[in-house]
């Protein structure tokens, strides 16, 4: 029997993590959380709101999923690493934020760091069992989102409601708004940087309508490595949750013979700057990136009450990143000092409703 906590229960990762776990005997869900709706009779532990520690040093689990959304995550990835128990991450604002506390703890708790966003379950994948040195770069594949091969006058007046429409991916809000600006996937760059080491001019970003390649890895003899099926989370929760079992899932296999056609191209960074702001925070290092994760997640929740308009969130992220030192956090109680100031000072630049 695997012990398994389910943070963030009641989103789009929590539910399918149900389905996962109601569908294999082996996986006991001991501990649910949500952030405000009522689990009641979910678990035999449950909590809405309040410390996720709290309930992860009751809970005892083998294996913390962390779905919650946004850097309210932050303090159960820590609290996993550090004490070397298996931790399925959904929750990458909290790698992006805190990625060098991150992996001091997981080095301290030696436990598994298993990802379950798509392109990293891929990637993680595809690494598994290579050495370092056969690999030239890391390939993240991205959709594009709702406004792909859009310019950037055309996005001046786009809604919650345009920009919620994502064309392959069924998600919760945050993650779906981070899509239509490229901010998801300037956060899985860092992501993969801190989960696999490669460093940021490793890291190539191509866009793939469709979803079906999860990302590649190119090695240093040529070859490239792809993960492929359809976008279905499913199959990379059950990834992690089963790890190292590999699970049967309900996904189908792809169909090659009805005809499948892969098609790649570079992103427009011009429309979408919240990628190269990214990779910037990311190359600086310190504190950037828990800035540039905090500005955006003020900015989007702004933009998702009507407060700001979409072409904003970047510039407001832009804003948060210039104004801050980008100091290194040297323990938690750091990391949440810069991710506030980073919220004030991207919550000023918001106009009041
Ligand atoms: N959805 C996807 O397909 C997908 C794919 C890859 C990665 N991810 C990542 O997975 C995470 C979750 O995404 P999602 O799409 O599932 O989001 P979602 O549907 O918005 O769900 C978020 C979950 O987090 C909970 N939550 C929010 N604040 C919390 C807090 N302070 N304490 C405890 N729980 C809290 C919410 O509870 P309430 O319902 O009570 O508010 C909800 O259960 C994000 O980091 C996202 O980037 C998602």
Redesign the pocket.
């Known amino acids: 029997m695997k012990r398994i906590a389910l943070?963030?229960?009641?989103?789009?990762?929590?539910r399918q993590a149900l389905e996962i776990v109601d569908a294999h005997p082996e996986l006991e869900l001991v501990a649910a959380?949500?952030?405000?709706?009522p689990i009641d009779g979910l678990a035999p532990l449950t909590q809405?709101?309040g410390d996720?520690t709290d309930l992860l040093e009751r809970a005892e689990p083998d294996c913390v999923l962390n779905?919650?959304?946004?850097f309210?995550?932050v303090g159960a990835t820590l609290w996993a690493l550090e004490r070397g128990i298996d931790l399925a991450l959904?929750?990458?604002?909290s790698l992006v934020a805190a990625g060098d506390l991150a992996l001091a703890a997981h080095a301290r708790g030696g436990g598994r760091l298993l990802p379950?966003?798509?392109e990293h379950s891929a990637l993680f994948q595809c690494l598994e069992g290579r050495s370092a040195d056969h690999v030239e770069s890391l390939v993240l594949t991205a959709s594009g989102g709702p406004f792909r091969g859009r310019r950037r006058d055309e996005l001046v007046d786009v809604t919650p409601a345009e920009a919620l429409a994502h064309p392959t991916?069924n998600?919760?809000?945050?993650?779906t708004i981070d899509s239509a600006t490229l901010a998801?996937k300037g956060l899985e760059l860092v992501e993969a940087h801190f989960l696999f080491g490669v460093p940021y001019e490793r890291i190539e970003i191509v866009i793939h309508p469709t979803s079906t390649v999860h990302s590649l890895v190119r090695l240093r003899d040529g070859a490239a490595l792809a993960h492929l099926g359809y976008p279905d989370?499913r199959v990379p929760i059950s990834f992690a949750l089963t790890y190292p079992e590999r699970a049967v899932t309900p996904v189908p296999p792809l169909d090659l013979a009805g005809g499948l056609t892969l098609e790649f191209g570079a992103p427009d960074l011009e429309t979408f700057p919240l990628l190269r702001l990214a990779r910037e925070a990311g190359e600086r290092g310190g504190t950037y990136p828990c800035v540039f994760n905090a500005a955006n997640e003020v900015a989007v929740a702004a933009f998702l009450d009507g407060r700001l308009p979409f072409l904003e969130i970047a510039a407001v992220v832009e804003e948060a990143l210039a104004a801050a030192d980008g100091a290194p956090a040297r323990d938690l109680d750091e990391l949440v000092e810069a991710d506030r100031r980073a919220r004030e000072t991207a919550d000023g630049r918001i106009p009041v409703a």
């Open positions: 943070l963030g229960a009641t989103g789009s990762i929590g959380a949500s952030g405000s709706q809405v709101g996720l779905a919650v959304v946004g309210a995550g959904a929750n990458k604002e379950v966003d798509s991916w998600m919760g809000p945050k993650i998801n989370m």
